[in-house]
């Protein structure tokens, strides 16, 4: 049986699955989902089978996922004990960066390999470890079928007023534009949206994909017309250590006030702000609505304004509001923060039904909300193993 691997490379994580890849009519099936973090340093691996059965739950030892390219190489051993058997044909990629010209998933070859590398300096925090896992799935796979899925993909049919900033015209000819991310998320809750609700899905649509890395993204008939990501993962929402929005006179203020150089101001602004530096206690939501301290208070409460505050931004620029949908691991799993976003909403539309919002369920509006409110679980690795089956059957 052909299978696909899907690999989702972070600073110090690697995401993978193996999907079975069928006869093309349907979905591909995962057979394997799993997670090596903390590669290293002090990495673990956690993979479940299809049917949520553990097949590892263990640490690993530190020389074995020093980095990338040996992480890759533990998944690789892992799905070989499980699945011997399984015909590898293609992996696909998240890739955070595609930058302006990428507006589909790409077949990986050398040269488009090279032109991704040029956007390192676009996503510093993340391009250089997607195309580590890409470079180590080359050297374990060469003649598999390698395909890059962009994040920034999703988004690049935004109107030019979404696009740009103001800045002289020249910056944005360099690609100094508004991308927005998150678009492999946004894709798969697009479709899904089509599936379960067609009505709502050629209508005008939030999604708030809240998790460590959060956004927000208005659609009409299922397509990108806003962000709140803009030209890097910093904009919009604070997230886990993300400041989110910022008055770039900060960064001037920090620079000639406080001396710090450019590697400093990044590692304060991607590693140290947002949620975990608002509460000075964690970057995990789940921990601050357990906590009893003003200041994990706090950083809810901002949290829930910034949210609400483009949630009002984005409705205006699509020109009304027919749904909101919360995905990602906060917007799925958080019952308060659901609460909290919709509370005191009834002037756009939007009335949740509290017992419908504590159960988890699909739709979590009242029946008389103008505004429908769902909760609908993301899945990215689905949307990758899609574009490498397809990418599969162009190339043969």
């Known amino acids: 049986?052909?299978?696909?691997?899907?690999?989702n490379a972070g600073s110090s994580s690697l995401k993978f699955g193996l999907f079975e890849l069928g006869d093309g009519r349907g979905d591909p099936t995962p057979r394997i989902l799993g997670e090596i973090d903390r590669i290293g340093s002090q990495p673990h691996m956690r993979a479940t089978r299809e049917d949520g059965s553990v097949l590892s739950d263990a640490p690993l030892p530190a020389e074995d996922a020093a980095d990338h390219a040996g992480a890759l190489a533990r998944a690789l051993d892992l799905i070989a004990r499980e699945r011997p058997h399984a015909q590898l044909r293609a992996v696909g990629h998240r890739v955070v960066h595609g930058g302006p010209e990428h507006a589909a998933p790409a077949r990986l070859t050398p040269e488009v390999l090279a032109d991704l590398a040029t956007l390192e300096p676009l996503a510093p925090l993340h391009q250089p470890h997607n195309l580590a896992g890409v470079r180590a799935a080359l050297a374990a796979f060469p003649d598999a079928v390698q395909v890059a899925c962009f994040d920034t993909a999703f988004h690049r049919h935004h109107p030019w007023v979404n696009d740009t900033f103001?800045?002289?015209?020249?910056?944005?000819?360099?690609?100094?534009?508004?991308?927005?991310?998150?678009?492999?998320?946004?894709?798969?809750?697009?479709?899904?949206?089509?599936?379960?609700?067609?009505?709502?899905?050629?209508?005008?649509?939030?999604v708030a994909h809240l998790g460590n890395g959060a956004s927000m993204c208005?659609?009409?008939?299922?397509?990108?017309?806003?962000?709140?990501?803009?030209?890097?993962?910093?904009?919009?929402?604070?997230?886990?250590?993300?400041?989110?929005?910022?008055?770039?006179?900060?960064v001037l203020y920090l620079m000639e006030q406080e001396g710090m150089s450019v590697a400093e101001i990044s590692d304060l602004l991607y590693r140290k702000s947002g949620l975990l530096g608002l509460s000075g206690l964690s970057n995990d939501m789940r921990r601050l609505e357990e906590a009893?301290?003003?200041?994990?208070?706090?950083?809810?409460?901002?949290?829930?304004?910034?949210?609400?505050?483009?949630?009002g931004a984005l409705a205006a620029a699509l020109g009304g509001l027919d749904a909101l949908v919360f995905c990602g691991g906060i917007g799925e799993n958080s019952v308060l923060i659901r609460h909290k976003v919709c509370e005191g909403m009834g002037w756009i539309g939007l009335e949740l039904d509290d017992a419908r919002n504590a159960r988890g369920e699909t739709l979590v509006s009242t029946d008389l909300s103008r505004v429908r409110v769902l909760v609908i679980p993301t899945d990215e690795e689905i949307v990758i193993a899609r574009a490498a089956r397809d990418m599969l059957g162009r190339v043969g």
């Open 1 to 7: 049986m052909v299978h696909a691997l899907t690999l």
């Open 166 to 206: 103001a800045l002289p015209r020249a910056y944005y000819d360099k690609g100094v534009r508004r991308y927005g991310f998150h678009g492999l998320s946004y894709d798969y809750i697009s479709g899904r949206l089509a599936e379960i609700a067609p009505h709502l899905h050629s209508g005008r649509v939030i």
């Open 218 to 250: 208005g659609m009409i008939g299922g397509r990108s017309i806003a962000s709140t990501m803009g030209f890097s993962a910093l904009d919009g929402l604070p997230m886990g250590t993300r400041s989110g929005q910022l008055d770039p006179g900060v």
């Open 292 to 311: 009893d301290t003003d200041a994990a208070r706090e950083a809810i409460a901002y949290f829930v304004f910034r949210i609400r505050r483009e949630l």
